[in-house]
Structure formats: C-alpha cells, structure tokens
C-alpha cells in the first residue's frame, strides 16, 4: 500500500508541461500585467485546463526573469553611459591640459614681451624696405628684431656690429 501511496503522491505533484499555445495566452497576460490576481488566475487555469498553482508558478517565474532580463538592460545601459562620460571626460581633461599648456605659454609670452621690448633709435631701415618703421622710435618685439637681424645681413642693417656701436635700450 506504501508504494501505491507514493505513486498518487507522484501523480498528484507531477505537472504537465505547458503547450506552446498555452505558453502565448500566458506571455499575452504578462504583457498586459506583471501582476497575477487571483480571478485572473483561476480564469486562465479554466481557459487552458491546468491547475491555478501551475498559472501562479508560471508568473512567478516570468516576472523573475524579466526582472533580471530588466537589470541587465539597466547595466548594459548604464554602462554605455559610463563609456561615453568616461570618454567625454578624458577628452575634457585633454582639452584642460591644452588650455593650460596655451595659457602657460601666453603668460610666459607677456612676461618675455615685457622684458624683451626694445627702444630703437633711429638707425639704418632694415626689413620693411626703408618705410621707416626703425626710424620712428617704436619697441620692437625681439622676434621680430630678430628676423630683422638674421635677413637683413645684406640690406644695410647693423647686423655685425659691436655692441658699442649699438644704441639698443633693453627694457
């Protein structure tokens, strides 16, 4: 008699695998709720001829599965944004230190302008062709003297002089 009570008891706790149509009327219902009520429950167990604990195990697990299916598209999501932010960022900071290095250079370019304007006397024209830009008493920026200095060797300049016969003023 013990074997034929374990075999009911077998028989009572077996299910039976849900039919591809059955299946397709479930997922229909999840769509329109991820809650199971219970009159919707014991409607689909008539409607498909299973027990309602099969309906309600069902859902149970569809909504498990949806919730992780939900967080991986949350993470895969999430990670893309981090990518690009990181990415942004990075270009960013890239963008900083161009700033800074342009800023450095600007600062060290009005320090050395400051330091190297020249006051020229009036002396021999030398690269703008004898229109008297050095005739007329203006600071010279120094690379622009030397540009003056370095092709003006055959026009005339005082390239070439001692620096006694030089009036330069260093500022």
Same mark, same amino acid.
């Given at each position: ?9 077998? *028989?009572k706790?077996q ?8 299946? #397709?009327?479930? &997922? ?10 219970? &009159?919707l429950k014991?409607?689909?167990a ?11 195990? +069902?859902?149970? @697990?569809?909504?498990?599965? +949806?919730? @992780? ?9 999430l990670?893309?944004r ?8 990075? &270009?960013? &900071? ?5 700033? #800074? ?13 400051n330091? *190297?304007?020249?006051?020229?006397p ?6 703008? =062709?004898? *229109?008297?830009?050095w005739?007329?008493g203006e ?14 060797? @055959?026009? =005339? ?7 006694e ?5 260093w500022?």
């Amino acid at each position: 008699m013990s074997t034929s009570g374990s075999s009911l008891q077998k *028989a009572k706790f077996q299910k039976k695998r849900l039919t591809q149509d059955q299946v #397709r009327v479930l &997922e229909a219902s999840f769509k329109a709720g991820k809650k199971l009520e219970p &009159e919707l429950k014991f409607q689909l167990a008539r409607q498909l001829g299973v027990p309602p604990r099969q309906i309600a195990i +069902w859902y149970q @697990n569809k909504r498990a599965r +949806w919730k @992780n299916q939900s967080m991986e598209l949350d993470y895969s999501s999430l990670q893309l944004r981090l990518e690009a932010t990181l990415a942004d960022n990075k &270009e960013l &900071e890239r963008q900083v230190e161009n700033l #800074r290095v342009e800023l450095q250079r600007a600062q060290d370019a009005a320090v050395f302008s400051n330091r *190297a304007s020249v006051q020229v006397p009036p002396v021999q024209p030398c690269c703008d =062709g004898g *229109a008297g830009r050095w005739g007329n008493g203006e600071a010279l920026e120094l690379e622009e003297l030397y540009a003056c200095l370095m092709l003006g060797t @055959n026009k =005339g300049s005082n390239y070439g002089q001692s620096s006694e016969d030089r009036d330069f003023v260093w500022l």
